[in-house]
């Protein structure tokens, strides 16, 4: 067992024990709270997995924007009674169910299909390299442009839309224009 | 060292902790969190197939950036419509709102 | 213009009056009038002209007026339908055309025109005294019609054509008889007259069937005049069923195809001309308004029937000559003739309605001409018909004028009654008599000379006509004729027969005329009685001209005295129509003497019983005859008789056992069985499958929906993490499915 197979082995058990609580936390601020430090430990496997930029950006875009304005929607959707009783539906078991047996599915898949053992060879370029050819992709025509592009223009009617629904209704006299 | 299936594995159980919280939660803002989880596994997937097996195509970094991007639209897409909802209906449970139901 | 072109030209006028009458003009009377007797006019003066050829034709029976058209196309050759004016047809002609248009001047007055209309008059009744006809115009339509079939008749060159005129007069009496249809008596006429001549039409028709098949031609000529056809036909008709029944065989193996036939024709004149035993109708037929008596019931149509006979004179009389004893045929038919007179007479002496005498006079004269006919009298036979056609038409235009007068006698009498009894006034004015006086009994008549003399004076030349009033009455010649004609040839039975009955004629003549015109009133109305208009008088007297003169054309050359005067134009005549000329007689006094005895003695007879009859006696006759008075008066039962043999059954047949037991039982019950029959299976169609299999088919289907939908309604919980986790499943079935099973 080498040390990055301890680091791992520690960051992933983080992470997933986070993850559980995330999804059986009953207060939802607590889950909140988890959730952020999911996201955390997501960003330090990215770090391992040495994509150092996109863990950066998974800190500040999921952790700091994300996280955030979930915890926004937590404390802008409180009812007084919300936080207490059952935080799982009737259907927990089947969904307990269901994600099990994804699980061994997708175990099952692993194991069938060759090569996944592989470890890493060397990265031949630099960090430095990797970022800029990875903002260079982003905006070359033969390559990633296209898709950013449509990204942008997504994020920007998300964010159209996001102000227009969640405008607050009692404007006019009459409620009307909701989306 | 660390073999790509280990983080095959991680991501999976992810994703399954991630389905769980969709499918289980009661509240709208619970399952988006789900949701975030789901789409983090994914993107773990990503990184590391690129890592693993074509670290010279940037192709897998790229794509986890959009996935970044559509990620953060469709929370804060998705929490505006939470939100106006709760206006309406004063509850942000998923199963009150059930004007669908025949 | 050629003669024959005229001829076909004559039916024509009236018919086309009868079309514009009827389609058009029958809103105006005057209009309606005028036309028909134009066409009339028309009509009579085309027949004048052509008679006027036709005399002065040498050898009109050699060289007849002839003319015809292919008019129905039948293989190889065609039917022919045409015209022919020989000697017969001429006179005919001659006597139609007059008497016709006298008629139809007649009727003008005779219906009142001129007269206001009454207000209580309806159409369909006799009008009350003074009013003017209200069907005035359907008439004249009428008689238009009639005069066009009877014009057929005369000129048609064969016999289908003769049948069709023959037919069309038919429809004309019937509807003539119920001219006033909204009497019941009249009702009962029309259908009688219509019912008993066709029992005669139907044995025509058989005969000129048996005609056309044995011979394959209906032409006058190309049979009639045909000795070589005429002997074809001399073979015995029933040969087969003679031998079969011998008890019969004298009498059918005595039968030629020529007798057989001629007989079956025969028939249709023992219909049409009233003689026994369908004599029946002429009496009831009087009904009818009094121009249609005298036009109808006295000189044509009734003639029309003799005019057959005398035309098919050559089919009976085959293999007869004259001096000849006589055929079974024409032995039937002399023995219908002078039974006929006789028993006609009879009767006649009984009756007490002025037009019913004249009705059964009629009858005995056409018997007359008939026994004349089937002595071989034939020229006789023709004399008599034209002159008792004028002289018939007379007396009975006469009997109407008298009619006319007494309904006017009634009226006026019956406002008198109501001036002098002023309280009593009936609700209808002046026309409610107290006195319902029937303005046609003789016994309510007498001593109308004084009021109406000219219809006295030419009522009793006529009635002298009739009777055979020696020399200067036409009816003296021509009755005078057939008795010598009986008598020289060796038929007593006939002779005497018909001698008695000239008798009677004479005699119930006189009673007729003493009870009408002689003597003094018998009741206000006849005191009240006065002339008729000058459209009735003046055709009164051109028949009364003709009826003295036409006797003239006929003296028998060998008359003492006049004979040879005059040649006999008539007998010359006449006798051209027939193939073989019969020779004239040697003078014989003893016929002309029993004709003067019996008509002179006649009219004596009567004068001197009725001369003193009064009012509200009793006719003088009946104590002296008793039973046999009683039978003549019920004119023998005939009519109760065929009421029980054949009407009532018939009506039986047709009321019960077709209308109620076949129409209505198995008809009717068959319908409705049937329909009960669908309605059940209908209905249980309906129960047993239709509701139950398909309805509920359907039913079921639906509610299996319904049901299904409501078990499925489930799935649609409206929880998107339900969808989710089943869309999952379903994904992972599948999944699997592809992996582990398909590989």
Known sequence: ?179 | MIPLSWYLILAAALFCIGLYGVLARRSAVAILMGIELMLNAVNLNLVAFWRYLTPSLIAGQAFAVIVFAVAASETAVGLALIISIYRRRATAVADEINLMKW | MQPELLTWLIPLPPVLAFALIVLFLNRSNRLSHTLAVGAMTLSWALAMVVFWRAITTADLGLHPIAASINWLPAGREALRFGVLIDPLSAVTLFFVAWTCLAIFVYSIGYHNFGKPRDPEDRPGLPPHAGGIEPMYARFFAFISLFAFGMLTLVVSDNLLLLFMGWEIMGLCSYLLIGFWYGKESAKKAMIKAFITTRVGDVFMLLGIAWLYSYTGSLNFREILYNPELLQSLHTPAFPELAARIPALYPMLSSVSVAGAIGLLLFMGTVGKSAQWPLHVWLPDAMEGPTPVSAMIHAATMVSAGVYLAARFFPLLTVGWHEGDPLTTAMKVVAFIGAFTALFAATIALTQNDIKRVLAYSTISQLGYMVAAVGIGAYAAAVFHLVTHAFFKALLFLGSGSVIHGMEAGVAASSTHAADAMPGQEGPAGVHKTHEHVDAQNMSNMGGLRRMMPVTFWTFLIGGLALSGFPLITAGFWSKDEILADAFGNGHLAVFLTLALAALLTAFYTMRQITLTFLGQPRTQAAEHAHESVWTMTVPLVVLAVFAVAAGWTGIPENFPGLGGLVPNWFQDFVVGALPEHPETLAFNPVPLLTSVVVALGGLFLGWLVYRRVRAGAEDPLKKPLGLLYTVWERKYGFDELYSWAFVRPAYWFAETFVYRWLDRGVIDGILHGVARIALRLGSALRNYFDVPVINGTADRVGQGIKRAGHEFRVLQSGRVQQYLIVGLVFAGILLSYILVVKP
């Open chain 1, 1 to 179: 067992m080498t040390t990055m197979q301890l680091v791992f082995l520690l960051i992933g058990a983080i992470t997933l024990l986070s993850a559980i609580m995330v999804v059986s936390s009953p207060r939802l601020v607590h889950a909140a709270l988890w959730l952020i430090l999911v996201l955390a430990g997501v960003a330090a496997l990215f770090v391992l997995l040495e994509a150092g930029f996109l863990a950066v950006v998974q800190v500040a875009v999921y952790i700091g924007a994300i996280a955030i304005l979930i915890i926004f929607a937590v404390m802008l959707t409180r009812r007084v009674m919300t936080d207490s009783g059952p935080q799982v539906n009737s259907n927990w078991w089947a969904a307990a169910v269901a994600a099990l047996l994804l699980f061994g599915a997708l175990l099952a898949l692993f194991s069938q299909v060759s090569g996944l053992a592989a470890t890493t060879s060397a990265l031949t370029a630099s960090p430095e390299t990797i970022v800029d050819d990875l903002g260079q992709a982003l905006v070359d025509v033969n390559r990633y442009v296209l898709p950013f592009e449509v990204a942008s223009v997504l994020l920007l009617a998300a964010m159209i839309g996001a102000i227009v629904i969640a405008r607050p209704s009692a404007r006019s006299t009459d409620e009307g224009g909701e989306q």
